[in-house]
Structures are given as C-alpha cells and as structure tokens.
C-alpha cells in the first residue's frame, strides 16, 4: 500500500469534517486500517480501527459515538467521520494499514502498523 491522508481544514466547534486516506497501489483491501492523531507537542495516538472486510470497528474512548471509520475497498479508500468536533480534536491525523493486526490484536498500538500516510491537519477553532 501507499498511503495518502487527505481532507484536513479549518472546522469551528461543534462542527464535522470527514478526512480520507487512499491507497494509490489499489492494495487496501487486503490491510487492516486505522487512523492515529498527533495533538501539537504531543505523541500520536489511536483513533479508529477497522479490520479487513470493515466489520470489525474500534475506537478510542475520546472519540467514540462522534466518530465514523469506514473503508470502500472499491475505491481503495478509507474514511473518518468526526462529528461534534471540539478543540481537543485538533491535531495532525495520520491513516495507517497493516496486513496482521487483527480484531485479537492491540489494535491501539502505533508500533504494530507498517504502512503510513504523510497526515492531514484538522484545527477546530471559531
């Protein structure tokens, strides 16, 4: 795979955005994906998970029930949803694959993904 996260902006809070990463090589669909955030100053950190066939989902408790990951493997594309987005939202996002993190594996963990996009930067400010 070969990564591209795309979509970032400016959104004021309380607002939705929705970021996207594709994957130039057509590959996706046979790669878990996930979605990672770096806050300024800060470490990176988990967001979302969706396994293969996309029915396997996991979130980070700050982002659940506001956020939506979704893959079309027909458009080797994969998506974010962020609804209800407050400062704390802010950061660069990163989208990530890898072929052997499944549902049983810490989905969380940064190090088990080998593939990653160049990021998107979402900033929620009024």
């Known amino acids: 795979v070969q990564l591209q996260a795309y979509g970032g902006g400016v959104v004021q809070p309380g607002g939705l955005l929705r970021i996207s990463c594709a994957d130039s090589?057509?590959?996706?669909?046979?790669?878990?994906v996930a979605w990672f955030r770096q806050p300024p100053g800060e470490e990176r950190h988990f967001v979302a998970y969706?396994?293969?066939?996309?029915?396997?989902?996991s979130y980070a408790d700050s982002v659940r029930g506001r956020f939506t990951i979704s893959r079309d493997d027909a458009k080797d594309t994969v998506y974010l949803e962020m609804n209800s987005l407050n400062s704390g939202d802010t950061a660069v996002y990163y989208c990530?694959?890898?072929?052997?993190?499944?549902?049983?594996?810490?989905?969380?963990?940064?190090?088990?993904?080998?593939?990653w996009g160049q990021g998107t930067l979402v900033t929620v400010s009024s």
């Open positions: 990530a694959a890898d072929q052997n993190v499944g549902a049983g594996h810490f989905v969380y963990m940064k190090n088990l993904y080998h593939y």
């Open positions: 090589l057509g590959a996706i669909s046979s790669y878990a």
């Open positions: 969706a396994g293969r066939s996309g029915g396997f989902t």
